[in-house]
């Protein structure tokens, strides 16, 4: 099935691995921003889940070590994100950004040495004659086992937030943390760990794309990506399904875009790489236009310090 | 049991004090940063911040003390202004750009043409793409309540990628043997922003930075304007009260903001750097955001600040040359000092108590 020179089969494939990234990423900091805390370190925490997973899986030999320290050094990050601004109360705005900034320096020094290396290749999970099928096979049954712990992750989170006791206590928190803090609940700690989430979550989703996506480490690498998690998570209204529609769409984007760059039309490759992010801005736009006129989804705690006084 | 206690109003000791603090400890883990590259600590820390301004060479160094400090001074005036008011620009590097190109775009235009009027021209070209730029998220946050966070950010890749294509299509010297990069502009006397004494480095945009300080310092503690996005800022229920509109204010802060990052990027497009190329911006927009922090969002203190940043981007090329410190290392040591100033904040306006000692 090809339509004007660019294979459908094949696009929705790229899209499931292009997408998971983001979708990682949104999904963890859905989870922080459902808690009351607005971190916009996303892309400093990718980032250094990404060198990190790819400094651990080269010296190791095992991508699977490199997902876990991908995972540690995103959490790593979240938590003295968590320090600086639940403990020590610091602007959360500010924050994210030295986050951010903090991240991509250091990643980029811990780099040096690591480019143009390839690392170990992650396996493809064998279905058997499944892959074989016509369409079906090669999008849902020709992917690495990250792309399928994404997709259960949404369910996962979906569930957690909606239907478990602690998804009810993390959202009270994210909701009204002084009526929280009075029946009880220990708001500071549950927002830790929900920060702990997001930042693993983000450092698997970096370290997928130095292992899987690119496959390489190349400074700022992940070039917007966390940025665009935090988009979706608005734009997802705050909901898991949500987070998989808009990272999928973001994902069909952005491998349209390279397919594009790929077909040689007479489109310059420049203006071309704009989509994914000019598409962000769109669909921010269109998604506030209706939030205005509906209710507000945001989590009303969202981005406020707390401080108990007694 | 250690307890906090919220002032009533901030500590102005502290203020002043945690600028200072930050560098310190910022001093501190950035040696312990460099000792574990393997590089001499104490070596490394004195070339950033010693041998720029009084080390051997320092004459050159001088120099291009105000080269740097000019944009980021410029650009992080114009940030804190909204900060102040709770409004968050984090795209001045994309309105930086986008200055550059529109102050480029007028000179090639009017090229080999010789006229007094061109650089000003050119100034204004650069102010108004900034302008512009910035309206973008100015215009869907009041229209539609878009984040300008978001958008601005997203907007600074949309700019690098229209910086690409400009030097690499339209804007491409026609004489520049298929190398990518517009003509140079230091070799346009009419458009050539020139050092004013030689060897200073002070050019125009660096008259400008200093305006620019004045001219928000003014803005800020003079104006009716200036008062109206202080409390905007401290308390947006009173200022709706008020009868501040957010719009305005919105409007006001993300466009002065733009401007001053699009003059940055026009000086130093004609100046510095002279041409358009694909790598020619610098992070100036994002090491504003620090500049503006750490000088407490306060044209003086931006002043000092864009100084001292300026000082550990020369001191970090001094240190990349004479030690093989990383480029990257810099940066690393820049975020640190962020984090070390706003986790140093608290005591500005909290008090540390013992639990027990007092109620």
Redesign the interface.
């Given at each position: 099935m090809t339509l004007g020179g660019i294979d459908l089969i094949a696009l929705t494939a790229t899209l499931m691995v292009s997408s998971t990234p983001v979708l990682l990423a949104a999904l963890g900091e859905l989870v922080v921003e459902k808690s009351g805390v607005l971190n916009?370190g996303v892309e400093g925490m990718m980032i250094m889940g990404a060198i990190g997973g790819f400094a651990a899986a080269v010296m190791t030999g095992s991508p699977a070590v490199g997902f876990a320290a991908g995972a540690l050094a995103g959490m790593g990050m979240a938590l003295?994100f968590g320090?600086?601004t639940q403990i020590?109360?610091?602007?959360q705005?500010?924050?994210g950004?030295?986050?951010t900034?903090?991240?991509?320096?250091?990643?980029?020094?811990f780099?040096?040495g690591f480019e143009g290396i390839r690392p170990p290749q992650t396996a493809r999970i064998d279905f058997g004659g499944l892959a074989d099928l016509p369409v079906l096979g090669p999008i849902l049954f020709s992917h690495d086992w990250v792309v399928y712990f994404s997709l259960f992750a949404v369910g996962a989170v979906g569930l957690f937030l909606s239907r478990s006791r602690a998804g009810l206590i993390l959202r009270a928190v994210g909701e009204n943390h002084d009526a929280a803090h009075a029946l009880g609940y220990r708001v500071v700690a549950v927002r830790l760990a929900a920060l702990a989430f997001g930042g693993a979550m983000a450092g698997l989703g970096g370290a997928y794309l130095s292992l899987v996506r690119v496959p390489q480490w190349t400074?700022g690498m992940t070039?917007?990506a966390g940025?665009?998690a935090?988009?979706i998570v608005?734009f997802a209204g705050w909901r898991a399904g949500g987070v998989l529609l808009g990272a999928y769409l973001f994902g069909g984007v952005t491998a349209l875009q390279l397919r594009l760059q790929a077909a040689e039309y007479a489109i310059?490759v420049?203006?071309l790489?704009?989509a994914p992010?000019?598409i962000?801005?769109i669909v921010?736009?269109a998604i506030?236009?209706l939030?205005?006129r509906g209710r507000q989804a945001a989590p009303a705690a969202l981005g406020r310090s707390f401080?108990a006084?007694r | 049991m250690i307890h906090?206690e919220?002032r009533r109003a901030a500590s102005r000791f502290w203020t002043l004090a945690v600028p200072v603090v930050a560098v310190l400890a910022t001093m501190l883990a950035g040696a312990g940063l460099f000792a574990a590259?393997g590089k001499p600590p104490a070596e490394a820390l004195r070339m950033i911040f010693w041998d720029p301004l009084l080390g051997p060479n320092a004459e050159y160094f001088r120099g291009q003390l105000l080269v740097k400090a000019g944009p980021l001074i410029l650009i992080a005036c114009g940030l804190a202004v909204g900060f102040r008011a709770g409004i968050?620009n984090?795209g001045a590097e994309g309105q930086y750009i986008v200055g550059a190109l529109s102050g480029a775009a007028v000179a090639l235009a009017l090229w080999p043409a010789e006229s007094p009027l061109i650089f000003p021209t050119m100034v204004l070209a650069g102010a108004l793409g900034g302008w512009a730029w910035a309206m973008i998220p100015a215009f869907?946050k009041t229209r539609?309540?878009?984040?300008e966070?978001?958008?601005s950010?997203?907007?600074?890749?949309?700019a690098q990628?229209?910086l690409?294509?400009m030097a690499?299509?339209p804007m491409k010297n026609p004489q520049g043997f298929g190398f990518p990069g517009s003509r140079n502009l230091q070799q346009y006397p009419s458009a050539h922003n020139a050092e004013l004494i030689a060897g200073s480095g002070l050019h125009w945009g660096v008259v400008a930075a200093l305006l620019a300080v004045i001219g928000t310092h003014l803005l800020m503690s003079r104006h009716l304007l200036g008062f109206r996005i202080r409390v905007a800022g401290e308390a947006p229920r009173a200022a709706r009260f008020a009868g501040v509109s957010p719009a305005r204010l919105i409007r006001f802060c993300l466009g002065l903001s733009g401007a001053l990052a699009g003059v940055a990027g026009m000086f130093e497009v004609a100046g510095p750097s002279g041409q358009i190329t694909d790598s020619f911006n610098a992070n100036y927009g994002?090491t504003a955001?620090?500049v503006a922090?750490l000088g407490r969002l306060n044209p003086w203190g931006i002043l000092a600040a864009g100084l001292l940043m300026a000082l550990t981007y020369i001191g970090g090329d001094l240190a990349q040359l004479m030690l093989g410190l990383?480029?990257?290392?810099?940066?690393?040591?820049?975020?640190?000092l962020?984090?070390f100033l706003?986790?140093f904040?608290?005591l500005t306006?909290?008090r540390i108590r013992w639990k027990g000692a007092r109620t």
């Open positions: 916009l003295l320090v600086i020590l109360l610091a602007n705005v500010a924050t950004l030295a986050l900034l903090f991240g991509l320096g250091l990643s980029a020094l780099g040096k400074e070039a917007g940025w665009i935090l988009a608005v310059p420049q203006l790489s704009m992010y000019l962000t801005i921010l736009v506030s236009a939030h205005a401080h006084s | 906090l919220r590259l968050w984090i869907l539609f309540g878009t984040s966070i978001l958008v950010l997203m907007l600074v890749y949309v990628n229209l690409a294509y690499f299509g994002f955001i620090i922090f990383p480029a990257a290392a810099i940066q690393a040591f820049q975020g640190m962020l984090f706003l986790a904040d608290l306006q909290y």
